[in-house]
Every structure is written in C-alpha cells, then in structure tokens.
C-alpha cells in the first residue's frame, strides 16, 4: 500500500516543525513534498546478514 501523507522538503529551514499534506506541494511555503514513509526493504543490504544473525542470537 502506497503512502499518500507526503511531507515539505524544506520543512527544516522553512518552518518550525513538519509540514504534512496530502498534495504535491506545501500548503504554507508553496514548495516541493515528498513520501514521508520509510524506504524500503533493500535484499541487497549489506549488513543483512549481520541483522539476521543477531535476531537469531536473541530468541528464546
């Protein structure tokens, strides 16, 4: 399921805290939005493995 709350680019310059809005650009600043959700799972990541094998350490 796509993320449709995006979040202003500029929020960090431009305003106090973060801006989310459902648009493609900023209701108070005008400028660029982006996907506010997490990046996705990557198999290609390089520390994988070591992820996996302390999750496997840890359960009972």
Request: glycine share 4%; hydrophobic share 25%.
């Amino acid at each position: 399921m796509k993320s449709d709350i995006r979040i202003c680019r500029d929020w960090k310059t431009a305003h106090e805290r973060p801006v989310y809005t459902l648009g493609s650009t900023c209701p108070k600043c005008d400028g660029p939005s982006a996907n506010s959700a997490p990046a996705k799972f990557d198999p290609a990541d390089p520390y994988g493995e070591y992820r996996r094998a302390l999750k496997e350490r840890r359960q009972p």
